[in-house]
């Protein structure tokens, strides 16, 4: 079946400019995550959603950072006023279990949306 | 400190080598714990699940300690497709949120 889809999958942007980051998760996954990788580094949570709810948003690193998920299904992570040091890979990832069991259903990974901030 | 420290490599084995990587995390509150894989500019994915009593899926064999907070992968019969990023990743308590090391680099050469 499909997986997690990403567009676009390259952006590069001037500083200052908006930009809007889409993810399409597996179909019928409740959790929907937003992950955040640095060139050689691990990604580094950025946000998550059960259905269209926001439970965490503790790694947005700030307020020009915002997601949503209106409709419990595509996610979109939007940045305000890009500088460079968003320049980054976007990664989205779904998981078809909410939080309650001790472990947790494997978090599958769309390809990225590489962000280039010039 | 970061919460999961990984040396970065670069490990450059042989065809057949045997390799071990290991991996400490910070938080004893963490939970689950994870080996992903990550090719270049690709997607991580997940390559096994830790569990306390150690785990092996064929040439992979995985370890956790609690007391020592130390999780540890070996790869057997090294393979040239082995060559990628390998991340290890923990779940801390009732959180959802995975948090990542910074990969060790495998290369495997012929």
């Known amino acids: 079946g499909a997986g997690v889809s990403q567009s676009p999958r390259y952006k590069v942007a001037k500083r200052g400019q908006d930009v809007a980051l889409r993810c399409d998760p597996i179909?019928?996954?409740?959790?929907l995550f937003w992950y955040q990788q640095a060139l050689g580094q691990g990604p580094e949570f950025l946000t998550y959603f059960q259905n269209e709810a926001q439970l965490d948003k503790s790694g947005l690193p700030s307020d020009r950072f915002f997601a949503e998920r209106p409709e419990g299904s595509v996610s979109t992570l939007k940045i305000q006023r890009t500088q460079q040091e968003d320049s980054a890979v976007y990664l989205c990832?779904?998981?078809?279990?909410?939080?309650?069991?001790?472990?947790?259903?494997?978090?599958?990974f769309g390809p990225g949306t590489r962000l280039t901030v010039l | 400190r970061k919460e999961v420290e990984q040396d970065p490599g670069p490990f450059n084995v042989p065809e057949g080598a045997t390799v071990a990587f290991n991996c400490t995390y910070s938080?004893?509150?963490?939970?689950?714990f994870f080996w992903y894989r990550q090719d270049c500019r690709k997607e991580p994915k997940l390559l096994m699940s830790v569990y306390s009593s150690g785990n092996e899926d064929g040439r992979f064999t995985a370890q956790l300690n609690r007391a020592s907070q130390y999780i540890s992968l070996l790869i057997r019969d090294s393979k040239l497709s082995d060559s990628a990023t390998y991340l290890c990743v923990v779940n801390v308590g009732n959180t959802d949120k995975l948090i990542f090391g910074t990969g060790t680099r495998l290369q495997v050469f012929p």
């Open positions: 990832a779904s998981s078809s279990l909410s939080s309650g069991g001790r472990w947790r259903d494997t978090q599958y």
């Open positions: 179909s019928g996954h409740v959790s």
């Open positions: 938080n004893s509150a963490s939970q689950s």
